[in-house]
């Protein structure tokens, strides 16, 4: 069965730290691969896709086919990064298959 | 601002009671689906229109239904709503199928009695 798995419910990390949110997925094929984010009171939007290779508020996301991981990434975290994420690979042309969701926490 | 609303915010209803969520959108999209997600879970698809068409997800219970009658309105109708229903439900739509990004709602938080 396809599958997105993110380890980590809760992830508290300090301020100006690197921060790690990861994403394993068991796929066939090759899905297009997003990071949806979830801020405090807000609604679900778009964070980044891969197929843009953008960096988004400092966030990137590096595919690694062979280990079929998509794990998001910043350099230095900020409080206002503070949100839950989700990873959500697309299955086909509309379907998103959301992981259960990872919440950072970053720390004054 | 262009977004997707729904109303209401939060639904109380009792074991049985059918009860109807409602989703509009000023973007114009295509495409209209409806999630739920329970407690610390992940939103799961339950259907979509694409358009008038519209296509249920396989393990989707015969419970819920949707209604689409024009391009801005979705409903989702839950027959005879379970306590195993009480969830957050979330309205999205994309501009087409394939376009990738979805636009979400703050979604509607069901209760049942």
Redesign the interface.
């Known amino acids: 069965a396809q599958r997105?798995t993110q380890p980590e419910?809760l992830l508290s990390v300090f301020k100006g730290a690197p921060v790690e949110l990861k994403c394993n997925y068991s796929y066939s094929g090759s899905p297009?691969l997003?990071w949806y984010v979830q801020y405090s009171r807000?609604?679900?939007?778009?964070l980044l896709?891969h197929i843009s290779r953008e960096s988004i508020k400092g966030f990137t996301a590096d595919l690694n086919k062979g280990e079929t991981s998509f794990h998001l990434k910043k350099p230095f975290a900020q409080e206002e990064d503070s949100a839950m994420y989700?990873c959500a690979p697309?299955q086909g042309?509309?379907?998103?298959?959301?992981?259960?969701?990872t919440r950072l926490k970053v720390l004054a | 601002d262009a977004m997707v609303i729904q109303n209401p915010r939060y639904q109380v209803t009792q074991f049985g009671k059918p009860v109807t969520l409602s989703c509009s959108q000023t973007l114009n999209h295509n495409v209209m689906y409806w999630y739920q997600q329970k407690s610390s879970q992940a939103p799961k698809l339950l259907f979509h229109y694409y358009d008038k068409d519209f296509n249920n997800e396989a393990d989707t219970p015969d419970n819920f239904q949707s209604r689409r009658p024009n391009t801005s309105f979705c409903f989702l109708d839950i027959r005879s709503p379970g306590l195993g229903d009480a969830a957050m439900y979330l309205c999205a739509t994309s501009r087409s199928l394939g376009a990738g990004e979805q636009f979400f709602g703050p979604g509607t938080r069901l209760t049942v009695l």
């Open positions: 997105v419910k297009e997003f807000q609604r679900l939007q778009l896709r989700y697309l042309t509309y379907k998103y298959i959301f992981g259960t969701g």
